[in-house]
């Protein structure tokens, strides 16, 4: 199928967030140079700005995640829109009506931003073509598809730190296979010109053929992060841990949990990432986490910075 | 008992919305109209108005219903009302406290207009009675008692495509029996003025003594929308489904759900209605629902400026 | 341990309020000055001040209590902050992480005011020794330790009606074993210079040895409320009526309840207070709830005043 990339208008700007895959580096620079603008409103004494004033996001979350709601409802309240949220699993679908319809009725309501978690692949895909054109969807998470906000929460830490990504070896260690955020964070690594991204953990997690996405697989810790100037941990789900894919958590950490003696394999001004909540002991050691090189606290900052301006970019753009 | 109508104060002015029956003509056409100066508001740019401005409205859902409470959430806001969500159910109630303490305790805190939603008929009437006089009280459906904003966005929806109610013929179709929403329907489309309102459905859901309301009850699809201008379909709730009132949701499709096919006994310019959320293929057909008679979309709407008329108009009258 | 006041900085400034036990009577009395200015706010028709714009105040609620929050929620709005209510109890908790981390990650988000309501005492002393400087912890509750804003409140409430604190018999009567509420009172009285402070209830829930908090524990409602100024019923918990402390709230009426009868034993003009949810028929007659000596409402709507000056306070002091 040769049909528009369908998170862009027939101009190329950037109308509904799905996925970092198919985005172009001047869109992802875009994000990233406009967050830089909203990273100091969360410092001033008053954290607004009148942007999307009188605009209504409309938070659904088909699955809970009081966390990234959070965000999203923080970034939408900065920027001066009215915020509704939605526990959408407890409601009208309960009552047997479609998705479709659920969102037909809300954009009747005259809204501007669907903010969509749901634990299928593509929901808000779906959902983007058909809601009215009026409404711009964010995708924030689905299912084992993509996490775009926080890839681009990744992407703004790492030029935080580091500046130039065409110099940059990224190590991305744990559960690969299964992490809506290792996609996320590859495509946009990939598309800024990142030219070594590594993923890193045992074959049942890091299978072999990831490395058609244009990455290298590496089944050893201390292969995966050697000299690496990134290194981001992924969270290990519990789900994961009995069971056919892994041994045992403890099995986990003693091969691929992230010490601060490990970490010395990485570049001496290594930075360490991971995208919470964290397991302590279990993919990373709690003196990495609470240590100099970690910029996890820093992430989230940035990441309400990141949601502020791509909800600002979409509502101001015209489908 | 000669005792003043409790909606209104003793110049007649609305100060509570309990039910459309005992608002005369007059109150019903001013909710309309300010109604009709509302929806430009949801489709400005900035949409909001200040008129509700650091008043505090409070949505008290004893039972629970996410769609009704955002359409309140949002009209209040787009008033720029302070919004106050509370899950009653599982809150103080829970606690031994009672209904009126509940609410006693609320109104100490200054609140300006209660949202009640309730399975028992007639709690938002005791809420009138006992709140502060500063308090005013918006029935947002009361077991199968009144369901009056719903009745409201019904005539707004039929005023704006057939203009005068004094010529129409008006059909609805499903479980009156136990609909507040037929009832509220039933109570303004007299008031106002419709000469020829049916009621439509099997024996079960549509009982003969139903005519006491001053409608004519139907108990076929064709008699019952024969020339009509108006088609409004009911939800047929799941639990109605088995049992002693109807055999299957299939056989109530067969006899009474609305197909193109069978909506050509009406007028060629027919609208059809729903309040949501629908259950395609039960009630209705889905070629209807999205067909071009079909106005379910702006019911949704004119609801948003049919709550901002009325939290509008009762916030400015005193007890 | 010779340490500073965890709630002051060191400047002898407000930064955390954690307990009135600690806090100097000038402190106290700026507090409830603070409130004297913010009743007039409720009763305006625009009922808000600029005073927190821009500001973001988190409530996390560790344990649900609608009541406590809503009142958070509205004097924060009041104060034209934006407020994020967080369910923390579903959250990332459930997810493993730790208290703390959920804390530094919630400061990340450029939080200014934690309110934490906790089972656990001294989880809110915990949460603020570990916050960034630039988060200030009201603590609405926890475990059987302190409940601040409701000790406050009482102490605003009883100002009000009765101007000098050093003239006046208080009695406490109930479950004050258990109760954070008595703990807050107390200290507060004591230090504000009440000379007579009363607790009373049976032995299980008034032992003797609470004397040593400077108060007199009588086990008979006629001593305890003899010739009192201030009566302040306290709430008896289903969960202690059965089993080894108490024979049945039958049993506990016939001793403790407060009837019109026994109220008579105290001043005629002594007020009576109840920090709700009352159990009518339990601790309290409903003809005393209702009745003319009955300050339980205005001490709701003194409460909204009085966590809008503890946020206003502790906000405009820094660390």
Known sequence: MQRRNPQLNKNGELIHLLSTEGLSREILTQI?????????????????????RGKSVFNLFFENSTRTRTTFEIAATRLSADVINLDIARSSTAKGESLLDTIANLSAMAADIFVVRHSESGAPY???QHVAPHVHVVNAGDGRHAHPTQGLLDMYTIRHYKKDFTQLSVAIVGDVLH???ARSDIHALTTL???????????????SDLSHMGVRVCHTLEEGIKDCDVVITLRLQNERMSGALLPSSQEYFKSFGLTPERLRWAKDDAIVMHPGPINR???????????????????????????????????????
């Open 179 to 181: 992490s809506r955020v």
């Open 126 to 128: 779906l959902i983007s």
């Open 32 to 52: 990233l140079d406009t967050a830089a603008n909203f990273v100091s409103v969360s410092s001033r004494d008053v954290k607004k700005v009148p942007l999307l």
């Open 193 to 207: 010109g990142c030219p070594d991204v590594r993923v890193v953990g045992p074959r049942t997690l890091v299978p």
């Open 281 to 319: 002991g279990v993919e990373i050691d709690s003196a990495v986490v609470d240590g100099p090189q970690s910029v996890i606290l820093p992430q989230v900052t940035y990441g309400i910075a990141v949601r502020m301006a791509v909800m600002g970019i979409v509502a101001g753009n015209e489908a």
